[in-house]
């Protein structure tokens, strides 16, 4: 009995190894509103949204099923982000890219993935925590360097603004912009 559950467990897993995502974006742009003392909105927009080849097969199809399921219609987000509210999430085509927008309130700093150790201290953020293997682009505090990746903003600050690189576009990047084209005039 317990050899049967182990082998359904283990097969499983091997199943959900292989049916992984091909899912990646070209950059990332976050924009934090503090409101309140450690509380705010924050907004991601996720430009050039890509399926990447699986052994020179085009899965775009299952990749964009796989954003409806789990982040427009899902709790993707809410994982990503807990103790989130309002969050609410968009697709949307842009320059012939797919890109997509997720805005939420965030009840503390940690919510958004921030960090002030008081209040005379700066607010910082982390990119090498980030998701998706992000990479610094910009932003309108200032960087640390690639070996301290943390960006910098003055105690006090009330907008932050970062943008990442995720993954440059190469000849196994398959846009999403024509299932999103279909998806869109389907509903």
């Known amino acids: 009995m317990k050899t049967a559950q182990i082998f359904r467990l283990s097969l499983l897993g091997i199943i959900t190894l292989i049916f992984t995502s091909c899912l ?3 950059k990332k742009e976050y924009t934090f509103e503090l409101t309140g003392e450690n509380s705010g909105k924050m907004t991601i927009r996720y430009i050039n949204i890509m399926s990447v080849m699986d052994d020179g097969k085009d899965v775009t199809a299952q990749d ?5 399921d789990k982040y427009i219609n899902g709790d993707q987000i809410e994982q990503d982000f807990p103790g989130a509210t309002n969050i609410k999430t968009r697709l949307f085509e842009q320059n012939g890219q797919l890109c997509g927008e997720v ?13 002030q150790y008081d209040k005379n201290s700066p607010l910082m953020m982390c990119i090498s925590a980030a998701y998706d293997s992000e990479t610094y682009v910009s932003s309108n505090g200032s960087y640390g360097n ?12 009330r907008k932050l ?4 690189s995720v993954s440059a576009p190469d000849e196994t990047s ?5 299932e999103y084209r279909k998806w869109k005039e389907n509903n």
């Open 24 to 26: 990646t974006v070209e």
């Open 64 to 68: 964009f099923t796989e954003i409806l």
């Open 103 to 115: 805005t939420l309130d965030f009840p503390s700093l940690s919510a958004a993935r921030l960090y």
């Open 146 to 157: 690639d070996y301290m990746p943390v960006v910098f903003w003055p105690s006090g600050s």
């Open 161 to 164: 603004t970062v943008i990442t």
């Open 174 to 178: 398959l846009s999403l912009a024509a």
